[in-house]
């Protein structure tokens, strides 16, 4: 476990912890929204780190057979190796040139209709899709093998291994659904006595969401066959379960206009016509539902709300992010308040802007919820934003409380 200790703003306390989770990539190795399976899912992995370069004929030219989760990471190798990158060459990994060279979306055209426009979209989606599912049978992956085997090995449960599972023989159920990393972070959170609260995040399915409420429950009752609980922790965690039923507790977000977006509470399902981006006002809710109406609202209620400690789970709204080709502006509302040092949010996902791909990659769209205006990304990267590099969280188990110690570090140092 990480012997750092979070470091304290200045000399004010520790402020309470706001973290969101992903789903898909982040916590969990599958992709039920996208028909990814976890070896899918290792694929992508593998894809996302090879690296290389366009050539003049569109083809993928691999600058170095290793894997390097992320650029920083090649940059730093190649420092100290032979190889050269052709000047004018920007470095790419191979999933991103699947993505952006051999099926982009198309530029955002008003003139053609909405249905049309997720018609082409979701074609595109799916000739990605096929590329992750045939991966492993081509010839590039075969220098990888090792590698995803590797990754493999370590999702294996806790409880198997000690039980002599092996690679060869294990089960489905043999894996794990919930990355250990994740289950780490909040153990060591537990153990320095943090403030914190968990909101997790996904545009995945329902059934991604269902099976994650299920094992954070069984974590927090201390019934979770890897993670056992003693009296004191199951005391603490009680608190963090997700109660269905319980107020504020769920809720989904709803955008159809660039400049407000619309928080659903008490409820996961989207409303027919909101697939159609009607008008909030043209909807009919329940009495349970509650809608809260503006960026600044909904941070008011996010504040709020995390002052509790109840863990809640927010359904973004995939449609409007994919009508606008993925432009990180229609993305997961991510609403921070630079002045605001009683709390300190962090947002974990693996598919993060940084440097050069804002605004277009990048799925957090980060605002200030008083004026509206978008953050600077490049500022705020490892800050606010942290993107989850699956390679390292599966490879280590202290991921997730690393990268809450250097957010708070790099955060400290802003505020000097």
């Avoid at 609202?297 to 709204?317: A, C, E, H, M, P």
Wanted: glycine content about 4%.
């Amino acid at each position: 476990m990480s012997q750092q200790h979070t470091p304290q703003f200045l000399s004010s306390p520790l402020p309470r912890l706001i973290l969101h989770f992903d789903v898909n990539k982040t916590i969990i190795i599958s992709d039920e929204a996208a028909g990814k399976t976890m070896d899918d899912i290792i694929n992508q992995i593998i894809m996302s780190s090879i690296w290389g370069y366009v050539s003049d004929s569109k083809d993928f030219v691999v600058i170095e057979w290793k894997l390097f989760s992320n650029v920083k990471a090649l940059l730093e190798h190649l420092t100290s190796s032979e190889h050269q990158i052709p000047k004018g060459k920007k470095i790419i990994n191979y999933y991103d040139y699947i993505e952006k060279v051999l099926y982009p979306y198309p530029e955002h055209d008003a003139s053609v209709p909405l249905e049309e426009r997720k018609r082409i979209n979701g074609k595109i989606k799916e000739e990605r899709t096929r590329m992750v599912k045939n991966f492993s049978q081509c010839k590039m992956a075969e220098d990888f093998l090792d590698d995803i085997s590797r990754l493999k090995t370590n999702l294996i449960r806790k409880s198997s291994k000690q039980n002599g599972i092996t690679l060869e023989t294990a089960t489905p159920s043999d894996y794990v659904n919930i990355v250990p990393a994740f289950f780490e972070a909040l153990l060591e959170l537990f153990k320095r006595k943090r403030d914190f609260q968990l909101i997790i995040r996904t545009f995945g399915s329902l059934k991604d969401i269902t099976s994650v409420i299920k094992e954070i429950n069984t974590f927090c009752k201390g019934e979770h066959i890897d993670y056992p609980l003693n009296g004191e922790e199951r005391e603490f965690f009680k608190n963090k379960q997700i109660h269905m039923e319980q107020d504020h507790a769920v809720g989904y977000i709803y955008r159809n206009d660039p400049g407000t977006c619309h928080l659903i509470e008490n409820s996961l399902e989207f409303k027919p016509e909101m697939l159609q981006f009607a008008s909030i006002e043209q909807m009919i809710f329940s009495d349970n539902e509650r809608v809260v109406s503006g960026f600044e609202n909904i941070y008011k209620n996010i504040i709020q709300v995390s002052k509790t400690g109840q863990t809640r789970l927010i359904r973004d709204f995939y449609y409007w992010w994919n009508v606008n080709n993925e432009k990180t502006s229609a993305g997961k509302i991510f609403l921070v308040d630079e002045k605001d040092n009683s709390c300190f949010q962090i947002f974990f996902d693996d598919n993060v802007a940084s440097n050069s791909d804002f605004p277009i990659k990048g799925i957090l769209d980060l605002r200030n919820p008083h004026t509206g205006n978008s953050l600077d990304q490049e500022l705020y990267l490892n800050v606010h934003t942290v993107q989850s590099y699956a390679f390292d969280f599966i490879t280590n188990c202290n991921y997730y409380i690393e990268k809450i110690d250097q957010a708070e570090s790099l955060k400290m140092n802003q505020l000097i």
